[in-house]
């Protein structure tokens, strides 16, 4: 379906009938949050919602882009001069650059997108279309890099060009994903494996409190630094740490007079945290959900009260959520708004969702969207 409308939107606006349509999802995160950019392990999942666009090379050296569900056109050039002031257009500027900056003879091109994932609502809308560019741009250029390689330049279309300082997660997620299985990913060494998501009895679903969150203008960009100073602390009585996934509490208590107690809960939420997702690999291989959704609550917590990225909406989900016994419940994603993640009994499902339609719309006046979403495949051609 949405092969054929970027066919047919890439066809009326300029021309192209000899298009190749790709396509790249958002994601999900079990568990793992703020955990990339310290170095630490994540564990996302493909989902089956992304951008699919249609593109064909045009000869020359121009973009011209067409954003079907915003109706909006744009055209640019390739020199770093030539960024254009929409948002959406900058990251398919951004990847280009970044493509370029690594060698990729990357010329002009016509394209077409449209996108099924959910803006803002924390499912890496960004890192879906940072992800179909980079995959059929390198497929379409001369096929040189490999998929962490195009991941990475994802990530530095963030950094460079939408003023993000992003993590790997989404970007790792939205190119590795594989249909029915989570990834775990040590951001440092970059090792993943795949772990099979069958939860019997259970919907994986996101509630979305339809509060947007702006990474770049939020405090996104402070935690890291937060993080940092940490690290920089640490450093100087053990020069062998150079992530904050790698601090001990016993180094933290040694620097506890050098940093702030926001630093310091930062830091200790860090450290909960891998232990957490270590918990959560091996209550996996178990198919122990109680545990799994156990620690997703405690995740929530600590991103609320240490890590300090969630927002009332977030929390009244999670509450009501416990209050509801669903096995497991917590924000996901960068925070600040957004969705939350849920692993809900099936036997529960429907008292949940009426109790949650209920007294969030007391609350905020507004119901939250529901996604039920299904691990699908990473960044792929539509044949
Ligand atoms: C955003 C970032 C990721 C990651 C998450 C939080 O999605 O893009 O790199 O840091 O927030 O886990």
């Not at 170095?39 to 089956?48: L, Q």
């Not at 056109?73 to 001069?81: C, V």
């Not at 969150?213 to 602390?233: D, F, I, K, P, T």
């Not at 009332?312 to 497991?328: H, P």
Request: glycine share 8%; hydrophobic share 40%.
């Amino acid at each position: 379906m949405n092969k054929e409308i970027a066919i047919s939107a890439l066809a009326a606006h300029y021309g192209a009938t000899d298009a190749k349509v790709f396509a790249a999802p958002g994601r999900i995160n079990l568990i793992g949050e703020h955990t990339d950019y310290n170095g630490g392990y994540v564990f996302p999942g493909a989902i089956d919602k992304g951008i699919t666009a249609a593109i064909r090379l045009n000869g020359s050296d121009r973009i011209r882009a067409f954003a079907i569900d915003l109706n909006e056109h744009a055209e640019f050039g390739l020199q770093e001069e030539d960024a254009p002031t929409q948002s959406w257009a900058r990251y398919i500027f951004g990847i280009s650059r970044e493509l370029i900056k690594r060698g990729l003879p990357v010329g002009g091109f016509d394209t077409a997108f449209t996108g099924d994932v959910p803006l803002g609502a924390g499912m890496s809308s960004s890192a879906a279309l940072e992800s179909v560019y980079a995959f059929a741009l390198n497929q379409l250029f001369d096929g040189r890099f490999d998929k962490l390689e195009l991941a990475k330049a994802g990530q530095a279309t963030e950094h460079n060009y939408c003023g993000v300082k992003c993590g790997i997660m989404d970007q790792f997620a939205s190119l590795f994903g594989k249909a029915g299985n989570l990834i775990l990913l040590n951001c440092q060494t970059m090792e993943y494996r795949y772990y099979p998501f069958h939860p019997e009895g259970h919907r994986l679903i996101l509630l979305d409190t339809q509060v947007k969150h702006e990474l770049a203008s939020s405090a996104y960009n402070e935690r890291r630094q937060s993080c940092e100073a940490v690290v920089a602390a640490v450093q100087k009585r053990h020069k062998d740490i150079a992530f904050l996934s790698d601090v001990t509490f016993d180094m933290m208590y040694e620097i506890q007079d050098e940093i702030s107690a926001e630093e310091f809960r930062c830091a200790r939420y860090i450290i909960e945290e891998t232990e957490r997702i270590m918990k959560v690999s091996v209550a996996l291989e178990l198919n122990d959900y109680e545990t799994v959704g156990q620690m997703m609550y405690e995740t929530h917590y600590g991103l609320s009260h240490l890590y300090e990225v969630s927002c009332r909406e977030l929390d009244s989900l999670n509450n009501m959520a416990k209050a509801c016994g669903v096995a497991g419940s917590r924000l996901m994603g960068g925070g600040f708004g957004g969705c939350t993640i849920n692993i809900v009994q099936e036997s529960l499902y429907d008292t949940f969702i009426s109790s949650v339609n209920t007294r969030y719309f007391r609350q905020y006046g507004k119901i939250p969207k529901i996604y039920e979403v299904v691990i699908s495949d990473g960044a792929r051609e539509l044949c």
